[in-house]
């Protein structure tokens, strides 16, 4: 009887218990994309609730435009949705300026700040003040089937030009059964086709603006660099190449499609792994091709974390990045996925570590093609804006689609190239005045 | 006289015959088509990522690790029973909603009734995207950010037009005559609707409900904008496996699958409601 008359009072406080621990809780939600690093990151969330018991991750994955969207119209209206953003190196400096991000300098010591890659960690900076981590960091390069190379008598160059990779490809077209010469992007879009075509434009001499920000889409280096990327691709490349994206030229290389792609260095991982692709063993790697001037011939992409300024668990959250984007948690991934799993592009001690370039004999190719991606000093002629295949401003992304286009009709053959870029500056001009860039 | 008739019928009936077995091959060949991508996507969630991408074929050795590795990033159950909750809770609502409107319109029309339809469909013209942001700082405003209630309210007023406008064709094709017998016979208006005008329409409510639960089923720009994790649907779960950057083609395909499969079942198990219910009143 004794017992049952303080049955009420012990559940009582064991209630209380629970809901003072479940209060101790804090559920932070984070927006990713999805990639294998990221899904890898999510696979790890047990490893980093353990290690903070009083935090729980909570995972939105999508796919990066629709990502992309989603977390634009959050963040702009304040939702407070996410407390981790996944962002680019394109969003962090504009978010940061409409401080929609939360500025992340009193980082602690052992986080080693300085550790992080130079030319990364500015491109996520707004004058000096950090607002995102960088999680992983790419850039491009040229990959090729150094079988057919062999086949052919041709010996790749320590530093290839385009007017090499066009005789290459001429060659090796058609060397056997459907192998394209060369594969490209082709798809339209911001960060598709014109991600590429971007860098082939620096390396032409060409920029996007001039310093009064006028549009130079009918210069000579443009006229060139898209005559040039045209008559590549539309001769020498796989059969429906205005379609082909990133994913579509990988699934391509992979199976063995394409004598030569330039692309992310990204790929470099699924290319190696023999039960992904048929060329692991015949895969050869080169610089990105030049032309007239090395200057912005390949790209830099930074994905990042960061902190919404309307989230409202903004320790929990710093948390969470920060041991996302430690040393620690690049040990942890190589350690449990495999070292070529880990996370590219971000640290120098990623790079000082024997495993991991022992596991990724890309790994110092990869390391200088980020150090020497200058996106304060992409183009031959200077320029007002920052980014190698991107140019920092608001507009880009509807400017940079409608350009791609353009050029995506003139690859298939519907317009002439300059009739695509008469039409690309048309409305690059229109947009610049609308927003107010020039009268 | 009887061999005039011999000699009649059988050309008769093998035109009959063959007219019928070219239209059986069309509707073959018609359903296969439509079919075909689904089918291509079953199967392709049975293959591994490298034989996803490799050469189209039918023969390879299926397997089912794409569900595996699916099954142990995120929990289908949650996003699915979210799916439920959203699709039937809406096309509950909606039929709360819809069925005195129809009534009213259909039975008690007024000079502006035709015009108030019209408009109540013009709605479906806009572009969702055109009205995220007002919608997003409401639901944001009174909470209603990633939660079920939020999505339910969000696709019953999708809903509605569609769901109006199916009921009053159903219910203006119902002889009137029985509703007046029955008032005749004292029934007030709401046992009319209760106890003749509901019975007597029922497989056309039945397909306008079936029609309401897959439209909400496969809703996505919504429920991708609106809800995050706690009330994302089977959409948002799809939405998770597709890259632009990786080779996520049999995983995607394996998702999809599970995605599609309660609505595919639920389509198999209600096709003769369906087509009973969107043919009612079609032949006369």
Same mark, same amino acid.
């Given at each position: 009887?004794? $017992?049952?008359?303080?049955l009420?009072?012990?559940?009582?406080?064991?209630?209380i218990?629970?809901a003072?621990?479940?209060?101790?809780?804090t559920e932070?939600t984070?927006?990713t994309v999805?990639?294998n690093?990221?899904?890898? #990151?999510q696979s790890?969330?047990d490893a980093?609730?353990?290690?903070?018991?009083?935090i729980?991750?909570?995972?939105?994955?999508?796919e990066?435009?629709v990502?992309r969207q $989603?977390?634009?119209?959050?963040?702009?209206?304040g939702?407070?949705?996410?407390?981790v953003?996944?962002i680019?190196?394109?969003e962090a400096?504009?978010?940061?300026?409409?401080?929609?991000?939360?500025p992340?300098?009193d980082?602690?010591?052992?986080?080693?700040?300085d550790?992080?890659l130079t030319?990364v960690r500015?491109?996520?900076s707004?004058?000096?003040?950090?607002y995102?981590? @960088?999680f992983?960091a790419?850039s491009s390069? #040229?990959?090729?089937?150094?079988d057919?190379?062999?086949?052919?008598?041709?010996e790749m160059?320590e530093q290839?030009?385009?007017?090499?990779v066009?005789d290459?490809?001429e060659?090796l077209h058609g060397a056997q059964e459907?192998?394209?010469?060369?594969?490209?992007?082709g798809k339209p879009g911001?960060g598709?086709?014109m991600?590429?075509?971007?860098?082939?434009?620096n390396?032409?001499?060409g920029r996007?603006?001039?310093?009064q920000?006028n549009p130079?889409?009918?210069?000579?280096?443009w #006229?060139e660099a898209i005559e040039f990327?045209?008559?590549?691709l539309?001769?020498y490349g796989p059969?429906?190449?205005?379609?082909?994206?990133?994913?579509?030229?990988?699934?391509l290389?992979a199976?063995?499609?394409?004598a #030569?792609?330039v692309?992310?260095t990204?790929a470099?991982?699924t290319?190696y792994?023999?039960s992904?692709?048929?060329?692991?063993?015949?895969l050869?790697?080169?610089p990105?091709p030049v032309?007239k001037?090395?200057?912005g011939?390949?790209?830099?992409?930074?994905?990042?974390l960061?902190?919404?300024?309307s989230?409202e668990?903004?320790?929990?959250a710093?948390?969470?990045i920060?041991?996302a984007?430690s040393?620690?948690?690049?040990e942890?991934?190589g350690?449990t996925?495999?070292?070529t799993n880990? @996370? @590219?592009g971000?640290?120098?001690?990623t790079?000082?570590?024997?495993q991991?370039t022992?596991?990724?004999?890309?790994a110092d190719?990869?390391l200088s093609?980020?150090q020497n991606a200058?996106p304060?000093?992409?183009?031959l002629e200077?320029n007002?804006?920052?980014g190698?295949q991107?140019v920092?401003?608001?507009?880009?992304?509807?400017?940079?689609?409608?350009?791609?286009q353009?050029?995506?009709?003139?690859?298939t053959?519907?317009t002439?190239?300059?009739?695509?870029?008469?039409?690309?500056q $048309?409305?690059?001009?229109?947009?610049m005045q609308?927003?107010?860039?020039?009268? | 006289?009887?061999?005039?008739?011999?000699?009649?019928a059988?050309?008769a009936?093998?035109?009959?015959q063959?007219?019928?077995?070219?239209?059986?091959?069309?509707g073959?060949a018609v359903?296969?088509t439509?079919f075909f991508p689904?089918l291509?996507?079953?199967?392709t969630?049975?293959k591994?990522?490298t034989?996803?991408i490799?050469?189209?074929s039918?023969?390879?050795s299926?397997t089912?690790?794409?569900?595996q590795?699916v099954n142990?990033?995120?929990?289908?159950?949650?996003?699915?029973?979210?799916?439920?909750?959203?699709?039937?809770?809406?096309?509950?609502l909606?039929l709360?909603i819809?069925?005195?409107?129809?009534?009213a319109m259909?039975f008690?029309p007024t000079?502006?009734?035709?015009?108030?339809?019209?408009?109540?469909?013009?709605?479906?013209?806009?572009?969702?995207?055109?009205? &995220?942001?007002?919608?997003?700082l409401i639901?944001r405003?009174?909470?209603?950010?990633d939660?079920?209630?939020?999505?339910?309210?969000?696709y019953?007023l999708?809903?509605?037009p569609?769901?109006v406008?199916?009921?009053y064709? +159903?219910?203006k094709?119902?002889p009137?005559?029985?509703l007046?017998?029955?008032?005749?016979?004292?029934?007030?208006?709401?046992?009319?609707v209760?106890?003749l005008?509901?019975?007597?329409?029922m497989?056309?409510?039945?397909?306008?409900g079936?029609l309401?639960?897959i439209l909400?089923?496969n809703?996505?720009f919504w429920? &991708?904008?609106?809800?995050?994790?706690?009330?994302?649907?089977?959409?948002?779960?799809?939405?998770s496996?597709?890259?632009p950057?990786? &080779? +996520?083609w049999a995983k &995607?395909?394996?998702a999809s699958?599970?995605?599609?499969?309660?609505i595919l079942?639920?389509?198999?198990?209600?096709q003769k409601?369906?087509v009973r219910?969107?043919?009612?009143g079609a032949?006369k």
């Open positions: 009887m004794r $017992r049952a008359r303080h009420p009072v012990t559940v009582l406080a064991a209630a218990a629970l003072s621990h479940a209060q101790a809780q932070i984070v927006a999805n990639n690093d990221m899904v890898i #990151m790890l969330t980093f609730e353990k290690a903070h018991p009083d729980t991750l909570d995972w939105v994955v999508l990066e435009n990502l $989603r977390m634009t119209t959050d963040i702009a209206t939702g407070g949705q996410f407390d953003m996944t680019g190196a394109y400096p504009i978010w940061a300026e409409r401080e929609w991000l939360e992340l300098d980082l602690p010591d052992e986080y080693a700040v550790d992080l030319s500015d491109g996520l707004l004058e000096g003040t950090p995102a981590l @960088p992983y790419e390069m #040229m990959y090729y089937r150094k057919l190379f062999e086949e052919a008598g041709i160059s290839p030009t385009w007017n090499e066009r290459w490809a060659q459907g192998v394209a010469g060369i594969c490209l992007r911001w598709e086709n991600a590429f075509v971007t860098t082939l434009v390396t032409y001499g996007w603006f001039d310093e920000w130079e889409l009918t210069s000579e280096p #006229m990327y045209v008559d590549l539309g001769n059969p429906g190449a205005s379609s082909n994206g990133f994913n579509e030229n990988l699934a290389f199976r063995g499609n394409c #030569m792609w692309d992310a990204s470099a991982g290319l792994d023999g992904e692709s048929s060329v692991a063993d015949s050869g790697f080169a990105a032309a001037t090395p200057k011939s390949h790209w830099l992409w930074t994905w990042a960061a902190i919404p300024a989230s668990h903004k320790d929990a710093k948390q969470f920060t041991w984007t040393q620690e948690y690049i942890l991934v350690e996925q495999g070292w880990v @996370p @590219p971000t640290r120098e001690s790079y000082a570590n024997e991991y022992q596991a990724a004999p890309f190719f990869v093609a980020i200058d304060t000093d992409s183009t200077p007002p804006y920052t190698v991107i920092n401003i608001p507009e880009f992304q509807a400017i940079g689609t409608q350009v791609g353009s050029i995506a009709a003139a690859l053959g519907d002439t190239v300059e009739q695509a870029l008469t039409s690309a $048309r409305a690059t001009e229109r947009t609308r927003a107010g860039y020039n009268d | 006289m009887t061999t005039r008739h011999i000699n009649a059988p050309p009936l093998r035109s009959q063959a007219r019928q077995l070219l239209l059986t091959l069309v073959w359903a296969l439509i689904i291509w996507m079953v199967l969630g049975f591994t990522e034989a996803a490799a050469d189209p039918f023969i390879f299926p089912l690790e794409s569900y590795a142990a990033r995120s929990g289908y159950a949650r996003f699915a029973l979210n799916s439920v909750a959203v699709a039937f809770g809406s096309t509950f909606a709360l819809a069925i005195p409107c129809a009534y259909a008690l000079r502006r009734t035709k015009g108030t339809l019209l408009w109540m469909l013009s709605t479906k013209m806009l572009p969702p995207v055109g009205v &995220l942001v007002p919608i997003y639901f405003d009174v909470g209603l950010l939660t079920r209630t939020g999505l339910i309210l969000i019953t999708m809903n509605l569609i769901v406008w199916m009921l064709t +159903f219910f094709d119902m009137r005559d029985i007046e017998a029955g008032r005749m016979d004292g029934a007030s208006t709401f046992q009319e209760f106890y005008l509901l019975p007597l329409t497989p056309g409510i039945a397909s306008t079936l309401s639960v909400s089923w809703e996505a429920s &991708l904008n609106l809800t995050t994790s706690k009330a994302a649907p089977l959409t948002a779960y799809i939405a496996f597709s890259s950057e990786g &080779l +996520f &995607l395909s394996a699958t599970m995605a599609i499969a309660p079942v639920l389509g198999w198990m209600t409601q369906m219910g969107l043919t009612f032949v």
